[in-house]
Structures are given as structure tokens and as C-alpha cells.
Antibody, heavy 123, light 107 residues
């Protein structure tokens, strides 16, 4: 069964740091683009970042650029999101999602999602 | 950056009704458009990719159309289990922006 399981969420003070993990199983992890998407309470989906299968390319939303770093450990089938300088507006459920085999003109969408992990930034 | 605008933001329809949701891109994105369904408390689910291709396992009452800047998601006969929020997403290049969502309810 293809599965993604996020972990690492929690309560953190403004200015603090947190690292999210996403454990993948049931598919050849290194072959696929992976993304992080977040959803603030009562709000819509917000794309956060994307990484190529080889980890050679990463892209970020302007709202997190310079503060968040996305990475992956292909032998461990794990995706990461290092979040620094956290702000109240980063409070959200964070989802990891499996995408295409390529970042170049992808078409297939994000077909597998984790259950999400909640990050709360508050003093 | 390209902006994605959905309309309406919410709608209420009867079981069996045909429902149409529109998504407009601020610049042309060819057919690099996907649609997701999200039920309360759940992760999003992929419905349509490449603007009009139905994801495996998705009921055939869902369909997508459009190219360039204007796209449509249609539910041909609304069912109670279709109550959800629907999002479009531009998918060709970063940032892979989502629309703001359309909440669908049963009248």
C-alpha cells in the first residue's frame, strides 16, 4: 500500500524551529517529486515547497523562502521540512504529497497525501 | 506569479443537480491544471489531472475541461458524498498555486 506518514508537528514559540518528517512506503520514493502543502485553520490549501526525486532542485513559496528548507533522504524513504524563524501565520496542518516523476512539465498532480501534522506557533 | 481564482466560493445544490465550478488563471497555463476534493478533517484527494483526465477510481460524474486560462470542474449529478471543498491548482511550475476553494453543500 502506498502511504505517507507525517510527524514532528507540535507547539512552538514564535521565532522557534521545528523539523517535520514524512515517511514514505509502497513506492520507489527516489523516483518521485515530493511536495509540502499546508492549511491554516479554517483556510484553504497553500502550496509550500517541492523537491525533485534526486533532491537536485527545490522551490519554495515566497511566504516561507529563506526560513524553510525542504530535503529528502532517499535511502531512508523520508522527506523533511526544516522550519526556522516560525511565525504565528505558519500555524497550519502540514501535508506531504507525492507528485510526478519529473519537475519538468509535470501533469499528473499529487496523487498520494499523508494525514497531516499540526504545527502551532504561539507564545 | 500566476494567480488562480475560483468561482463561486460556495454553492448549494440539490441531489442530482449538475454543478459547475470555474477556475481562472491570471496567465495561460496550457492544460497544467489539477482538481482536488477535500472533505472536512481529511487530506485532499486528486480528482482530475491535466485539466480533463480523470484520476483512477474517481466516479465518472466528475469531469474537467478547459485550457489556457479558463477551466471547469463539473459534477454531472451531485451526490450526498460529494459535499466537500474543491480546489484547483496550477501544476506546471513553481509556485504551484491553489485556488481559494469552492465549498459545495446539499440544499
Amino acid at each position: 500500500e502506498v502511504q505517507l506518514v507525517e510527524s514532528g508537528g507540535g507547539l512552538v514559540q514564535p521565532g522557534g524551529s521545528l523539523r517535520l518528517s514524512c515517511a514514505a512506503s509502497g513506492f520507489t520514493f527516489s523516483n518521485y517529486v515530493m511536495s509540502w502543502v499546508r492549511q491554516a485553520p479554517g483556510k484553504g490549501l497553500e502550496w509550500v515547497s517541492v523537491i525533485s526525486g534526486s533532491a537536485g532542485s527545490t522551490y519554495y513559496a515566497d511566504s516561507v523562502k529563506g526560513r524553510f528548507t525542504m530535503s529528502r533522504d532517499n535511502p531512508k524513504n523520508t522527506l523533511y521540512l526544516q522550519m526556522n524563524s516560525l511565525r504565528a501565520e505558519d500555524t497550519a496542518v502540514y501535508y506531504c504529497a507525492k507528485g510526478d516523476v519529473t519537475l519538468i512539465e509535470p501533469i499528473y498532480g499529487m496523487d498520494v497525501w499523508g494525514q497531516g501534522t499540526t504545527v502551532t506557533v504561539s507564545s | 506569479d500566476i494567480q488562480m481564482t475560483q468561482s463561486p466560493s460556495s454553492l448549494s445544490a440539490s441531489v442530482g443537480d449538475r454543478v459547475t465550478i470555474t477556475c481562472r488563471a491570471s496567465q495561460g497555463i496550457s492544460n497544467y491544471l489539477v482538481w482536488y476534493q477535500q472533505k472536512p478533517g481529511k487530506a485532499p484527494k486528486l480528482l482530475i489531472y491535466a485539466a480533463s483526465s480523470l484520476q483512477s477510481g474517481v466516479p465518472s460524474r466528475f469531469s474537467g475541461s478547459g485550457s489556457g486560462t479558463d477551466f471547469t470542474l463539473t459534477i454531472s449529478s451531485l451526490q450526498p458524498e460529494d459535499v466537500a471543498t474543491y480546489y484547483c491548482q496550477k501544476y506546471n511550475s513553481a509556485p504551484q498555486t491553489f485556488g481559494q476553494g469552492t465549498k459545495v453543500e446539499i440544499k
